[in-house]
Each structure stands twice: as structure tokens, then as C-alpha cells.
């Protein structure tokens, strides 16, 4: 069976083990406030840290004049993640590095892809303002290393020695997909609290695949933990 997303009620069903059906869950919420108001306020310091603000509770504490009701949701989400034991981040994003290597595809967090962690964990995902992430079904796609064509072309660039599928992994390369043709990604949403699979020794499911969306001119903000 074909993993896919699933869709819970509640917080504590969100953290529910994986299983080989199941590689993502959906919180589904309506947030009241105005979060994109607040990234708008932080949209210049995220410019002038290169396109991603990792903003600290010291720092959204004293943003002047941010929605309350906002400033409480972003709280209490922090709180309740820090309570796993997690370490949540807040972001501001107006833009991610780009991968302009010219390798026939680019490795970048644009690109469907799946996190990888050396021991066993997962991803939760909140995108609050701007342009939602987007996932795709794991029957949806296709990996980019798998491509003959592409894989020809990565080979040609690092050389016939040994080191090859190192070189892939090292690289990221074993982690970025493709939609199969007429396949549609899936929108992650505003203000939906996700939790992904990753990829990890212990996984129980497979990873989840996803990617940031083109920012569209307006800052995100997002919750990473
Ligand atoms: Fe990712």
C-alpha cells in the first residue's frame, strides 16, 4: 500500500507512531491573527540576513505593535513542541539559497525532497503567512538519482573513481524527487500543524516528500521543529 498523508483530530494524534500507510499527519486549524502582518514587519531583517530570519522569542517579544492574537498562537505553539523534549524554530523567509550548480537538476529546499537524520526523528511544519510547502504521495514520485540520464550526467561530473554513491549521499542527491508526469503535489496549507516522516534508521514509514513553495514576493512565516 502506497503511503499517504493523514488527516487528526487532535495534538496528541499527531504524534502517533508512522506506519508503512501513513508518512505524514494533518492538524488541521484556522488561525485568528494577523501573521502575515507580522512576517511583513520582519520582512527587512530577513533581507538583510540573506533571505532567512531565525527569529527568537526575545525577538518577536519585542516586535512593536504585532496582532496579540498571533503573538499567542506562535507562543503557545513554541510551548507545546518544547514540551516534546523538541527545539522549534520560528523562520522568516523572503527567500532560500538557490542551487545554481547547473547539475542537471538543482539540490535545494525548492526541489521535492526528504529529510534525512542520522537518528531516529521526525519534522513538524507550520506554515502561518505567505506561500504554503507542498508534499507529495510517495506513488507521485520519482527519484532524480534513479533518472538514467540525470544519474549519467552526476557520474560525468564527479568522475569515474570510486566514491560515487558517496559522493551522492554526501551530496544530498539520493534525497530529491520529481513529480511523475501528471502527478499534483499536495498543499500543506496555512496554519495546519504537520508532522513528516524522515528518513532514519529506525522509520517506520517512508520518508515524506515536500518542498518550499516559490515565495511569490511575500515573506513566509513558518514553524520548523
Ligand atoms: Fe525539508
Keep these: 500500500m502506497a503511503a499517504c498523508w493523514q488527516q487528526v483530530d487532535d495534538f496528541e494524534a499527531l504524534l502517533e507512531p508512522f506506519t508503512p500507510a501513513v508518512n505524514a499527519r494533518r492538524l488541521p486549524r484556522t ?6 502582518g507580522l512576517a511583513e514587519r520582519l520582512r527587512p531583517r530577513a533581507e538583510a540576513e540573506g533571505g532567512l530570519l531565525v527569529l527568537s522569542e526575545a525577538m518577536l517579544r519585542e516586535v512593536t505593535d504585532a496582532d496579540p492574537r498571533a503573538m499567542a498562537t506562535l507562543l503557545d505553539d513554541l510551548r507545546r513542541l518544547e514540551a516534546l523534549g523538541r527545539e522549534p524554530q520560528l523562520n522568516v523567509v523572503t527567500r532560500y539559497p538557490r542551487d545554481e550548480r547547473g547539475l542537471g537538476f538543482p539540490v535545494d529546499v525548492y526541489s521535492f525532497h526528504v529529510d534525512r537524520a542520522p537518528v531516529d526523528a521526525d519534522t513538524f511544519l507550520c506554515t ?15 527519484r532524480l538519482i534513479d533518472d538514467p540520464t540525470l544519474r549519467a550526467a552526476l557520474r560525468a561530473h564527479h568522475g569515474q573513481d570510486d566514491g ?20 499534483a503535489p499536495f498543499s500543506f496549507g496555512l496554519g495546519h500543524l504537520w508532522r513528516l516522516a524522515v528518513a532514519s534508521p529506525g522509520a ?4 515524506c516528500i515536500h518542498r518550499a513553495p516559490d515565495e511569490g514576493g511575500q515573506p513566509r512565516l513558518l514553524l520548523i521543529a
Design 128 to 142: 502561518y503567512a505567505g506561500a504554503c510547502s507542498e508534499g507529495l504521495e510517495p506513488s507521485d514520485a520519482e
Design 31 to 36: 488561525l485568528a491573527g494577523d501573521f502575515q
Design 204 to 207: 517506520t514509514a517512508p520518508p
Design 164 to 183: 560515487f554513491e558517496a559522493f551522492l549521499s554526501e551530496g544530498c542527491f539520493d534525497l530529491n524527487y520529481r513529480r511523475r508526469p501528471g502527478a
